[in-house]
């Protein structure tokens, strides 16, 4: 089922991406349980639909490889990096969000590079909510933090 235009190291791209967003997929959807049983409901809601986000992800780049004629593959998926509690995971998460923000980075460019332009745009698109998503990680890690400092406890 390869497509032999496909520019292999693209291919390559694709299929770590695949296993990063599955990997953080199982990381969240697994914090959001020990939120739960932390009582940290709202942060467990908060982590489900970061898991959705990044099955989305996930469903994108299997489109994409399908449209591309290959078979998806995740070549592995990473344990979950958990925590005592949500400050302690919280930072973990950010550095998933940072090391897909390098991938999409250096994936983009590669495309740039080859003069890729629609896989080049496939990339730039997540790499863009990647981004987004890692502020938004830093921005709750910040509150979270900000409230042990102070003493409150944190709910989300």
Request: net charge neutral; hydrophobic share 45%.
């Amino acid at each position: 089922m390869i497509n032999a235009n496909v520019n292999p190291r693209v291919l390559g791209y694709l299929g770590r991406a695949l296993s990063h967003e599955l990997s953080a997929v199982q990381q969240y959807l697994t914090q959001s349980k020990l939120a739960e049983a932390w009582g940290l409901l709202e942060a467990a809601g908060r982590l489900r639909d970061e898991a959705a986000e990044e099955m989305k992800h996930a469903e994108r780049i299997i489109t994409r490889m399908i449209a591309l004629g290959v078979a998806p593959s995740a070549s592995q998926l990473r344990p979950a990096q958990l925590g005592a509690n949500l400050a302690e995971c919280l930072p973990k998460n950010h550095r998933v969000e940072a090391e897909a923000i390098a991938l999409y980075q250096d994936a983009l460019r590669y495309c740039q590079r080859i003069q890729d332009r629609d896989n080049g745009a496939f990339f730039e698109a997540l790499w863009k909510e990647e981004l987004a998503h890692g502020r938004e990680m830093a921005q709750w890690f910040a509150t979270v933090e900000s409230s042990a400092a102070s003493g409150r406890r944190a709910f989300f």
